[in-house]
């Protein structure tokens, strides 16, 4: 089964502190993506990498930054954390590029 | 960004009723597919649609690739308490964008 592990269900940071998210799948993909879930909106593309050192911004990268030094793990850094990015952040891979999505269980972050 | 309207937003339904929803957009894309989300959990494939026109069936499950390539439909049959969570559909390109979710509530 292909796994995608994010490292904390739930954090809780301060306005100010920077942030780091931390996704690695286990299946070799190629593509991986950051999103957040608020209630309403559905899931919205923060980055997406399509290769190692590759990143894209998606449609609402504004106070984010993302890593992928490894192919198997992609980062979400809030560089200086408010209380608007508090959300669930969902992390996903794909093996090619019209491909089933396999996500993460998500983190819940709050911000205070 | 490349939006997806997805409709209704939430639907309560007795066990045994068939459920629709849809999903419209303004951009072409080569994917469509449908997820659920139970809570506290990822999202997981349901049905996915590579072809305009496609309708691919999935146990109580039918989906359908619009011929245009800008829109899809799920219809899920006799519906059970299990059915209930959060259904989001999905359009992909080399990215993947996502609809709002219909939330579904399945009274026994």
């Known amino acids: 089964d292909v796994k995608v592990t994010q490292s904390s269900r739930y954090l809780v940071k301060r306005t100010g502190e920077k942030v780091f998210l931390e996704c690695v799948q286990d299946m070799d993909h190629e593509n991986m993506f950051w999103y957040r879930q608020d209630p309403g909106l559905g899931l919205r593309l923060i980055y997406f990498?399509?290769?190692?050192?590759?990143?894209e911004k998606g449609d609402i990268p504004e106070g984010y930054s993302v890593s992928r030094e490894k192919k198997e793990r992609f980062s979400l850094i809030l560089e200086s954390a408010s209380t608007n990015q508090t959300s669930m952040y969902l992390c996903?891979?794909?093996?090619?590029?019209?491909?089933?999505?396999?996500f993460g269980q998500g983190t819940r972050l709050t911000v205070v | 960004g490349q939006q997806l309207n997805q409709s209704p937003q939430s639907m309560f339904i007795q066990e045994g009723e068939d459920v629709s929803m849809n999903c419209t957009s303004s951009s072409i894309f080569n994917t469509w597919l449908w997820y659920k989300q139970d809570p506290g959990e990822g999202p997981v494939l349901l049905i996915a649609?590579?072809?305009?026109?496609e309708l691919t069936s999935n146990g109580r499950l039918t989906a359908q690739f619009g011929i245009t390539r800008k829109d899809s439909f799920l219809n899920i049959s006799a519906s059970i308490p299990s059915d209930v969570g959060i259904y989001f559909c999905a359009g992909q390109n080399y990215d993947m964008r996502f609809g709002a979710g219909t939330r579904l509530t399945v009274k026994p």
């Open positions: 649609l590579y072809k305009a026109g």
């Open positions: 996903a891979s794909t093996e090619g590029r019209l491909s089933e999505a396999f």
């Open positions: 990498s399509y290769d190692v050192k590759m990143k």
